[in-house]
């Protein structure tokens, strides 16, 4: 079946310092992908879909130009959190999508994010 | 999307079949019920969908009802490894891709 890899799994990361967390598609080609954000006992929060070889679209409140979205080929995806500060500290999880299937859909295994 | 209700929490003994209820009264004709779980610090899995007919593959069985208002999830033998937050969520497959809205999900705690 599909399998979506995403890396690193857990990073600690210093504040103001920057960290990049990848996305890959393994055996089929994803055309959009989504980045979720997932806080201690809380549900999914989605914070921006991106469709290759196009510029992301973010849901409201969350800040472009602190999560950088790159969806340069067909898969691969990044998250770069800039200047990261502690309370970006969460559970970040990718799902790409092969078509518009809805149940096409696979998640990555997450990243942990802290940042100390 | 249409809006989904689940219960917060439930338990069930291992072996035991569990039957995860979700109401989602303002589902529309053309919308799908989907179901996803999360294990613990685990990214979401696909569990099943659904339409109209009642659907079974080798992780679970997926009833829904004649008026489409509610749906059941069924897991027929639980193992502990079963233990997760269910999601039940409701949204339409063509078209471009469409993302998944997650709402709050039942925790199923399977019991030894």
């Known amino acids: 079946g599909a399998v979506v890899s995403q890396h690193p799994s857990r990073v600690i990361c210093k504040s103001g310092t920057s960290v990049k967390i990848e996305c890959r598609s393994l055996d089929f080609q994803a055309t959009t992908m989504f980045w979720y954000r997932q806080f201690p006992k809380q549900s999914l929060m989605l914070m921006a879909t991106s469709n290759e070889g196009s510029k992301a679209t973010y849901e409201q409140g969350v800040e472009k130009d602190k999560f950088l979205i790159n969806h340069a080929s067909l898969t691969l995806s990044t998250l770069t959190v800039t200047s990261a500060h502690p309370e970006d500290s969460s559970f970040y999880i990718c799902?790409?999508?092969?078509?518009?299937?809805?149940?096409?859909?696979?998640f990555g295994s997450g990243t942990r994010l802290t940042v100390v | 999307d249409a809006k989904t209700t689940q219960p917060t929490s439930m338990d069930c003994a291992e072996g035991r079949a569990a039957n995860l209820p979700c109401n989602h009264s303002t589902i529309s004709g053309n919308e799908y019920v989907y179901w996803y779980r999360q294990i613990h610090s685990q990214g979401p899995q696909y569990i099943i969908h659904g339409l109209k007919n009642n659907e079974t593959n080798e992780m679970a069985s997926l009833i829904i009802t004649e008026d489409r208002k509610s749906s059941t999830l069924i897991l027929p033998h639980a193992t502990l490894r079963d233990t997760a937050v269910y999601y039940c969520?409701?949204?339409?497959?063509?078209?471009?891709?469409?993302?998944?809205?997650f709402g709050s999900g039942t925790q199923l705690t399977v019991l030894p």
């Open positions: 799902s790409a999508v092969q078509g518009a299937q809805t149940h096409g859909y696979t």
């Open positions: 969520i409701v949204t339409i497959s063509s078209g471009s891709a469409r993302q998944l809205t």
